[in-house]
């Protein structure tokens, strides 16, 4: 696969505009194919964080360009945990391109709110994810402004969570791995490369600033120190709020649709009403540091 090559470019203008008091802003204006300037990755990253997902339209682009997209903000990363030949892989040619496909008779949907990786001691800045098949209805992603979240608590329990640490683990793929014949040997090996991560449960975005309720469903266990029933009264209440409409955004995918989230700030969730439709995905997830 040809790298391509992104020389600097005249700084691009373009539209913003949000599409609920909440969350998220449809970008207008911009072509994710041509080579953009250092002043509009700027730009888009400013507004990445404001607005914490930006929804793009009818970016007839490139695998290539896709990838070369998502260094500007960073390095890539690479799903590690998936077993060969599933419909949530790993492009065969580009690796970091992460496929998310649902057929007939493999239907498949994100369908928990989750933060991505936060199994991992870095986990991701963001990601980008772009559409290639859509369903003609259904198949829509939400997401959820978690800062908002944190926000809309009371002062008691914004003091309660703030300081706690929860730890973070991929149980979810360990499961699709066994089930999908991989040897206790593997598994070992990536218990050994990928142990639990522990997090602040009210992490503070690096570049806002904002506290941002960091716990999610798909991938927290427990919070340290806590008796196993606190540990779970507790997370349960803090994952409800993803679930709160005031804090949401929703996305309706056409092919050649991008999202952009900030997964800092934010939770995602991807409705399975669209089975046995087909819908294919391909995801860029940009690596980040470690929360704090
Ligand atoms: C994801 O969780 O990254 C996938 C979301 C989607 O399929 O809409």
Known sequence: MNAVTLQDAPTQ???????????????????????????????????LVKHKVLFFRDQHITTEH????????????????LAENRSFNNDQTAPEVLIIESTAERPLAADEWHSDVTWR??????????CRI?????????????????????????????????????????????????????????????????????RTHPVSGEKVI?????????????????????????YALARIPDYQARFRWQADSIAFWDNRSTQHYATKDFFPQHRRMERVTVAGDRPF
Not at 35 to 43: K, M, R
Not at 66 to 81: K, M, N, Q, S, T
């Open 134 to 202: 859509a369903p003609a209805v259904g198949g829509d992603t939400l997401w959820a402004n978690m800062a908002a979240a944190f926000e809309g608590l009371d002062d008691a329990t914004r003091a309660h969570i703030s300081g706690l640490t929860a730890v973070h683990d991929w149980e979810v793929f360990r499961q699709g791995l066994r089930c999908q014949g991989a040897s206790e040997d593997h598994i070992s090996g990536l218990n050994a490369a990928y142990p639990p991560a522990e997090h602040p449960v009210v």
């Open 13 to 47: 203008a373009f539209g913003l505009e949000p599409v609920t008091g909440a969350i998220g802003a449809a970008v207008a204006g911009i072509n994710l194919g041509q080579p953009l300037a250092e002043a509009t990755i700027a730009a888009i990253s400013a507004a």
């Open 214 to 238: 960091y716990v999610n469903r798909n991938f927290t266990t427990h919070i340290k120190g806590m008796k196993d029933a606190e540990s779970c009264a507790l997370l349960e209440r803090l």
């Open 121 to 130: 001691l870095e986990p991701s800045l963001g990601s980008i994810l772009r």
């Open 66 to 81: 896709h990838l070369a997209f998502g260094r500007r903000f960073g390095p890539l990363e690479v799903h590690p945990l």
